[in-house]
């Protein structure tokens, strides 16, 4: 069991940007970003795979958020930029020992492990 710790959450204006964490105690090969906003189902933000790439995005976030990994440091990055109100919500780190695809990443029942998540608020 892999644990995950999310950081870097808070409140910000529409237009701001976030960078949210994720420390693993140990390397995976997959890593994604999901959120949960309240009365919502959880939703895959963003995931990478095989260490480096590639990377997949939902169409919410494309060209707005960014997803990176420093392996040496079993760190994954969610940048998220113009944030908009519709970007808040609990933000969860989830990885997993195998490969993801274009058709699994953004599927909760992939990841085995998932962090505590941390809060993102836009405001208008």
Same mark, same amino acid.
Request: hydrophobic share 35%; aromatic share 12%; with cysteine.
């Given at each position: /069991?892999?644990?995950?710790?999310? $950081? ?19 390397? +995976? ?7 949960? =906003? ?10 990478? +795979? ?28 969610? /940048? ?14 989830? =990885?997993?020992?195998?490969? +993801? $695809?274009?058709? +699994?990443?953004?599927? /909760? ?16």
């Amino acid at each position: /069991q892999v644990h995950l710790v999310e $950081s870097g959450g808070g409140s910000v204006q529409a237009g701001g940007s976030l960078i949210l964490s994720c420390i693993a105690s140990e390397f +995976t090969i997959a890593i994604a970003w999901f959120r949960q =906003a309240p009365g919502k189902e959880r939703e895959g933000v963003a995931g990478i +795979t095989n260490g480096g790439g590639p990377m997949y995005y939902a169409d919410s976030v494309k060209g707005r958020f960014n997803i990176s990994r420093d392996a040496g440091k079993n760190t994954a990055y969610l /940048q998220m930029l113009r944030l908009e109100p519709e970007d808040s919500a609990m933000y969860y780190c989830a =990885a997993e020992f195998q490969p +993801t $695809s274009r058709d +699994t990443w953004y599927r /909760q029942s992939t990841y085995g492990n998932w962090g505590q998540g941390t809060r993102v608020t836009v405001s208008a």
